[in-house]
């Protein structure tokens, strides 16, 4: 049975500077993402112990453990491959069409997300997501890990709005956070995942 494991990084701890530091980065990757991955691996070694002794007792509290921690994998996965040293701009295409249609402009699903990230209460995400039942772009608050969101959402553009992303450097000042997200998104990967979704 296959075990989860951390991501390689797609690009060096420091290649993020000045918007977000080598430290930070080191630390949210090599500590941070790393702990839900070990999380996972070890919860479904716990649900495996429970289904052998037939003892579930505990089953809500360590489902709840699983989907806590591999969703923090998963986004996770997903923020590093939607930042890019080279980031920024706006999408064309297909997608800078569709985030126009579904938004209004690029301009209010800027503010959209942004709102969305700076405003979650506690620790969260901003995610833009693709909904296949009606076939949209919208925008959701993640709390925690997985909160708050639509069943069947496909996430495309994940801005991490937990404290260690960001606290080192700008300390509660979130907004000035996710204002540089925006000049780091690797557009290419969001497109990718759009395109993914839509197929699926």
């Given at each position: 049975m296959g075990q989860y494991t951390l991501p390689d990084m797609p690009y060096d701890y420091a290649a993020l500077e000045p918007a977000i530091t080598g430290e930070i980065l080191e630390l949210h990757h090599a500590k941070h993402h790393a702990a839900y991955v070990k999380g996972a691996n070890d919860t479904l070694d716990r649900l495996a112990e429970a289904r052998d002794k037939g003892e579930f007792g505990g089953l809500v509290g360590l489902e709840k453990t699983y989907a806590f921690n591999l969703s923090g994998h998963v986004l996770h996965t997903i923020f590093w491959q939607n930042l890019s040293p080279d980031g920024g701009d706006r999408p064309d295409g297909e997608l800078g069409d569709a985030i126009t249609e579904h938004f209004g402009s690029f301009d209010a699903f800027k503010?959209?997300?942004?709102?969305?990230?700076?405003?979650?209460?506690?620790?969260g995400w901003g995610v833009l997501a693709w909904e296949p039942l009606g076939r949209r772009l919208v925008v959701e608050q993640v709390y925690d890990h997985h909160g708050n969101v639509g069943m069947n959402t496909a996430p495309l553009l994940v801005f991490d709005a937990w404290e260690h992303a960001y606290y080192l450097q700008y300390r509660n000042v979130r907004p000035d956070y996710v204002e540089k997200l925006w000049g780091l998104i690797n557009w290419n990967d969001v497109i990718a995942r759009y395109d993914a979704a839509r197929g699926a």
């Open positions: 503010k959209q997300l942004t709102t969305a990230t700076a405003t979650v209460q506690g620790s």
